[in-house]
């Protein structure tokens, strides 16, 4: 969640792993392939489902398709009333996976639906939205959220104490050549449009990296193939920097189609961030 009441972002650790204005908490899958397999959204705990949402296709949002979008932002979605002011709702879910009726009296662990890729999303995510008396509440930290810090060790609302790390990716994007980082921090390197004969070049901007984390750059034609991966390794990182890699055209160009790029994060094995980016190339 952002607990910055103004402009700006501010997590529960007053970091930056947030957005303006995001109310909830996002738990990403690491691929598409798993949303298509199917992942299911659990209650988070015993109540009553007072509201539902189905019959949302999965459309990654996009500058043409979001004004559509802006009354129905959670696309498909659960509403679970817990008693004693408390509501949580489940947002983003696969179009025609909700397993529950409204009325019906589910328990924690019971499954909702999948996790999916509708309303304003480009990612398949599963939103979660705490209420207390209609307020929105972090679940990280459910007092004093507008003026304090958290710690890593405390489980706020969850059973256990959830990981936090400091460092993430601003964002991974492609690009039809090696960028510069003004052109990385400004938006102007990207690019998701691109001719056949451009080179392909994939990057990720990256914060709070620590030295020895490993950053992974791949990218996927539109029959699924890989079209190029590269690992590089942090030594003695910057607190923001970005890394690019890709190819130039083959001879006979690109093959028309739908690109995806992945930009991931780890620490010895462990995944901290991870962003994708699409591109489409167009006939000759």
Not at 41 to 49: D, E, Q
Not at 50 to 77: F, K, S, Y
Not at 80 to 87: M, T
Request: glycine share 12%; charged share 25%.
């Amino acid at each position: 969640m952002d607990l910055d009441p103004g402009p700006g972002q501010r997590d529960y650790m007053c970091a930056i792993k947030s957005r303006d204005g995001h109310r909830g908490t996002d738990f990403h899958l690491l691929s598409f392939d798993a949303m298509e397999k199917g992942v299911d959204v659990l209650a988070a705990a015993a109540g009553t489902v007072d509201r539902v949402r189905d019959g949302m296709d999965a459309i990654a949002v996009t500058p043409e398709t979001a004004p559509g979008l802006q009354d129905r932002g959670c696309g498909n979605a659960v509403r679970i009333d817990h008693g004693d002011g408390w509501r949580t709702t489940y947002c983003h879910l696969k179009n025609g996976s909700i397993a529950v009726p409204v009325g019906a009296r589910v328990e924690a662990g019971t499954p909702l639906g999948e996790v999916g890729l509708s309303g304003l999303t480009n990612a398949p995510h599963l939103h979660l939205t705490v209420l207390k008396d209609g307020r929105v509440v972090d679940p990280f930290l459910p007092e004093d959220s507008n003026t304090t810090c958290g710690t890593v060790d405390g489980p706020g609302l969850w059973d256990a104490a959830i990981p936090y790390d400091r460092a993430g990716l601003f964002t991974a994007a492609f690009s039809d050549d090696v960028p510069s980082l003004d052109a990385v921090k400004s938006g102007d390197a990207r690019v998701t449009e691109m001719p056949a004969t451009s080179a392909m070049v994939l990057y990720g901007y990256v914060h709070f990296a620590e030295s020895g984390d490993l950053l992974t750059l791949w990218a996927d034609g539109p029959d699924g193939a890989e079209v190029f991966r590269t690992q590089v390794d942090l030594d003695d990182p910057n607190l923001q920097l970005y890394r690019a890699f890709g190819r130039r055209a083959p001879d006979e160009g690109w093959a028309p189609g739908a690109y995806r790029g992945y930009v991931r994060l780890t620490r010895e094995g462990r995944v901290i961030a991870h962003r994708h980016a699409e591109l489409i190339v167009t006939s000759p």
